[in-house]
């Protein structure tokens, strides 16, 4: 499995922005599909974007489409969530996570996963 490691939470204002990182050990970064999701106080865990082994495919909950971006850079072996117009419900903890599935559907085809960062947003 890949080790991930998640940063660039913090608090902004509503309407704001912020870019969260994934750094990902290993050389096997680019056989992975990747996944943001996040999961708030009291709810389930939340798909919110994916992103295929090559970066040519993207996916996107309708929440966030038109605000937030998935991409990656394989010769870094990080994934990114670019994340603009933020909204107070965007408050969450967000978490990366690597799957082996080529275009993976559920959180149970993701094997690994970081940490969390948490990101909040205020009204």
């Known amino acids: 499995q890949v080790q991930l490691v998640e940063s660039g939470g913090g608090l902004v204002q509503a309407g704001g922005s912020l870019r969260l990182s994934c750094a990902a050990s290993g050389r096997t970064f680019s056989s992975y599909a990747m996944g943001w999701f996040r999961q708030a106080p009291g709810k389930e865990r939340e798909f919110v974007a994916s992103i295929s082994r090559a970066g040519g495919a993207t996916f996107y909950v309708d929440s966030v489409k038109g605000r937030f971006t998935i991409s990656r850079d394989n010769a870094k072996n990080t994934v990114y969530l670019q994340m603009n117009r933020l909204k107070p419900e965007d408050t969450a903890v967000y978490y990366c996570?690597?799957?082996?599935?080529?275009?993976?559907?559920?959180?149970?085809?993701?094997?690994?996963w970081g940490q969390g960062t948490q990101v909040t947003v205020s009204s």
């Open positions: 996570a690597g799957s082996t599935v080529s275009f993976p559907s559920s959180v149970g085809d993701f094997g690994s």
